[in-house]
Antibody, heavy 118, light 108 residues
Framework: EVQLVESGGGLVKPGGSLRLSCAASGFTFSSYSMNWVRQAPGKGLEWVSSISGTSTYIYSADSVKGRFTISRDNAKNSLYLQMNSLRAEDTAVYYC???????????WGQGTLVTVSS | EIVMTQSPATLSVSPGERATLSCRASQSVSSNLAWYQQKPGQAPRLLIYGASTRATGIPARFSGSGSGTEFTLTISSLQSEDFAVYYCQQYNNWPPLTFGGGTEVEIK
């Protein structure tokens, strides 16, 4: 059974940093691209960042470029999102999601809440 | 960036009735479109990919159609567990991957 479990969310002050993790199991992690998608309270879904199976291809949304860094450790079956210079507008539930095919997202974690507030 | 627009924002439907949700792309995405269902407090769940292919375990009452810029998600006979928010997502031309704003299907 495919499982994705996020952790690392919490309350952080504006300008602060946080590192999210996503532990994957039930599939060959290195064979799949992975994404981070976020959802601000009461809002829709926003794609954040994507990383290919071997980390060759990395893409990020303009809204987080230069501040957030996606990475992965295939030996640990883990995906990460390093978030620096956090802003109030980064407050959201952050989901990790597995990419299938041409880039639909077939499995999602339960999400981890990041709150940026003073 | 391809902008995805969903309509209506809210759809009021009685159990057992048919629901039709629309998604429009600002430019052609071919058939590279997915639909997701999200219930309160839960993660999104993949329903449809390739515009019309049901994901594993998705009931046959869910169907997707369309190509190019106009897409439809149809729920043939709404069950109580189908009341949720539905999102479309294009993956034809990215980055960025883009989602529609969502349609909430509520009980009439």
């Amino acid at each position: 059974e495919v499982q994705l479990v996020e952790s690392g969310g919490g309350l952080v002050k504006p300008g602060g940093s946080l590192r999210l993790s996503c532990a994957a199991s039930g599939f060959t992690f290195s064979s799949y691209s992975m994404n981070w998608v976020r959802q601000a309270p009461g809002k829709g879904l926003e794609w954040v960042s994507s990383i290919s199976g071997t980390s060759t291809y990395i893409y990020s949304a303009d809204s987080v470029k230069g501040r957030f860094t996606i990475s992965r450790d295939n030996a640990k079956n883990s995906l990460y999102l390093q978030m620096n210079s956090l802003r109030a507008e980064d407050t959201a539930v952050y989901y990790c999601a597995r990419v299938n095919g041409r880039s639909w997202l077939d499995y999602w974690g339960q999400g981890t809440l990041v709150t940026v507030s003073s | 960036e391809i902008v995805m627009t969903q309509s209506p924002a809210t759809l009021s439907v009685s159990p057992g009735e048919r629901a039709t949700l629309s998604c429009r792309a600002s430019q052609s995405v071919s058939s590279n479109l997915a639909w997701y269902q999200q219930k309160p407090g839960q993660a999104p769940r993949l329903l449809i990919y390739g515009a019309s292919t049901r994901a594993t375990g998705i009931p046959a009452r869910f169907s997707g159609s369309g190509s190019g810029t106009e897409f439809t998600l149809t729920i043939s006979s709404l069950q109580s567990e189908d009341f949720a928010v539905y999102y479309c997502q294009q993956y034809n031309n990215w980055p960025p991957l883009t989602f529609g704003g969502g349609t909430e299907v509520e009980i009439k």
